[in-house]
């Protein structure tokens, strides 16, 4: 199956596969295994499905909850959950060896949700942003208050 490539643009593979958010003084971090703020970005190649076209990029990790977890970019968008779910709905919900789980709210590649769950296969989770979460704590507030949707992508860069 071929990866998901790009959106309508002139994004190359060797792009960054969506900028970060805009960082107030002393940005970066590390905390629960992700790394906000700076660290080398994955390339839109690396994670082989399509940012959101408004998304900035929140984190970066492999957090999950087992030791052979696939690595994630968390990226944070101004639009609306709906849309954001009905833009991922398109672009990967209808390929091949995808699917859809209503109980986890996850698209998924493979025959097992579970293993999206728990990071081991390629997925994208999108949720309403909360904006406590720590990863988005110093993208400059009046960014970060018109965020509202959180974009989980979990990519396996040998893909």
Do not use: C, H
């Amino acid at each position: 199956m071929a990866a998901l490539v790009l959106a309508a643009s002139a994004t190359a593979w060797s792009d960054d596969a969506a900028p970060y958010g805009e960082w107030a003084p002393q940005p970066s971090g590390t905390a629960a295994g992700m790394t906000y703020g700076a660290g080398d970005l994955p390339t839109v190649g690396d994670v082989g499905i399509v940012a959101y076209p408004d998304a900035l990029v929140a984190s970066i990790g492999a957090a999950g909850l087992m030791g052979d977890s696939l690595p994630f970019i968390n990226l944070v968008s101004p639009a609306p959950r709906d849309d954001v779910l009905a833009f991922y709905r398109q672009e990967v919900g209808t390929l091949d060896g995808w699917g859809w789980s209503g109980l986890a709210e996850v698209f998924y590649e493979g025959d097992n949700q579970m293993s999206a769950m728990v990071m081991m296969a390629r997925s994208v989770n999108v949720t309403d942003l909360d904006l406590a979460a720590i990863d988005i704590a110093g993208i400059r507030a009046d960014v970060r208050q018109g965020l509202r949707t959180r974009i989980q992508i979990v990519y396996d860069p040998q893909r």
